[in-house]
């Protein structure tokens, strides 16, 4: 190589690198921001914090350089374990197009916990159905058991971060890498979103006089989406692990998300942090933006009537051949799919 072109080379490698590294630096030193969105009066100063990228990519203050410190190096894929919860009677409706789309994406990561053995499926997903042995209603008892097996699961793993989703979910999985780079998995996290505007207001049952009356407490609604670092599953470990987790739910009486925020919020005092880009079918999908899919971290879709459903609104397949939008919106961020029209 002449040795010029090799110095020109030689520099903008360098170059790329000094911008990448203060980029890196500049983004570590700008704590979360303390935006809430879904507040409601009186609740202030109990909202949860809100993430947003735009203050983490750009923010409003410089002397933050100063007090440089590394930030770790992004998350991988490989770093971060997918639980998807499922029941027998929905393999073969909900499964399928997950298969078809995102799972491609993150084949080794994800795992499916259902509640029965089906030899279809174990061969699809290459080995990675879990059967719980809970029982397939959609009981309390019954969610909070698989709840359960996947964060013991998870606790087996050598993965930094959980996340889990419903079967209902199409999870975007180079944007979830992205923004689980953002956190550092050895503190402690839990990004989601709340489906509520206040935070869960319970009776207390605990049995020390001193803590009866009401606790409240935000949580992350289990169908949008939620990830946990494994420092927090570290500290949850004890109330939680080894089908713990199972216990609380029944103690409480409340569903495995509600009991999910109840133990990282009541028991363990760690914040939930709002992550706008997850989606449950608890929202209107068409109203998400067309321009801002690349952007969002789960959709969902659900039926709201016999002839009506709620969907993504996106071009693309027909309805009958994708009922839940979930492929032409897969081409649409994906479209060097083979399945995908060119
Ligand atoms: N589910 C389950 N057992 C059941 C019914 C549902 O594990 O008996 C799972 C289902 O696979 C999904 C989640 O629970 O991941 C939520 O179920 P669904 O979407 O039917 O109800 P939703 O609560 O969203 O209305
Ligand atoms: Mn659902």
């Not at 998350?75 to 009677?89: A, C, D, P, Q, Y």
């Not at 997903?125 to 809970?134: A, F, I």
Request: glycine share 4%.
């Amino acid at each position: 190589m002449p040795s010029r072109l090799k110095r020109l080379l030689q520099s903008s490698v360098l170059l790329a690198a000094l911008t990448y590294t203060s980029v890196l630096v500049y983004q570590r030193n700008v704590s979360v921001p303390d935006i809430s969105t879904n507040q409601v009066e009186g609740w202030h100063e109990r909202a949860p914090q809100s993430w947003r990228e735009e203050d983490v990519a750009a923010p409003t203050a410089p002397e933050a350089r100063l007090t440089a410190t590394a930030k770790p190096p992004g998350t991988r894929l490989h770093e971060i374990f997918i639980s998807v919860k499922t029941t027998s009677n929905y393999h073969k409706w909900r499964l399928p197009v997950i298969l078809k789309t995102w799972f491609q994406l993150a084949k080794q990561q994800t795992w499916f916990f259902t509640d029965s053995d089906d030899e279809e499926f174990q061969k699809k997903t290459n080995g990675h159905m879990v059967n719980t042995n809970c029982s397939s209603s959609h009981n309390r008892k019954a969610l909070c058991c698989k709840m359960s097996v996947e964060f013991d699961f998870f606790l087996e793993s050598d993965k930094k971060w959980f996340c889990h989703f419903d079967d209902d979910n199409f999870v975007n999985v180079p944007r979830l890498e992205r923004l689980l780079g953002e956190f550092n998995s050895q503190e402690e996290w839990y990004l989601g979103k709340p489906s509520i505007r206040a935070p869960l207001e319970i009776l207390n049952r605990e049995t020390k006089p001193l803590n009866k009356g009401n606790v409240s407490f935000w949580f992350a609604t289990g169908g949008a989406g939620f990830c946990l670092s494994r420092a927090l599953a570290l500290k949850m470990m004890p109330l939680a692990s080894g089908g713990k987790f199972m216990s609380i739910g029944e103690k409480i009486r409340l569903p495995d998300d509600v009991t999910m925020g109840y133990i990282i919020e009541h028991l363990l005092k760690k914040p939930l942090t709002v992550v706008d880009q997850f989606h449950s079918h608890l929202e209107p999908m068409k109203f998400l933006r067309q321009d801002t899919f690349h952007d969002q971290i789960t959709f969902s879709y659900s039926r709201y009537s016999k002839d009506e459903m709620n969907v993504v609104k996106i071009d693309g397949f027909n309805t009958r051949v994708d009922p839940t939008r979930f492929l032409s919106l897969h081409c649409f961020l994906f479209p060097y799919f083979p399945f995908c029209p060119r």
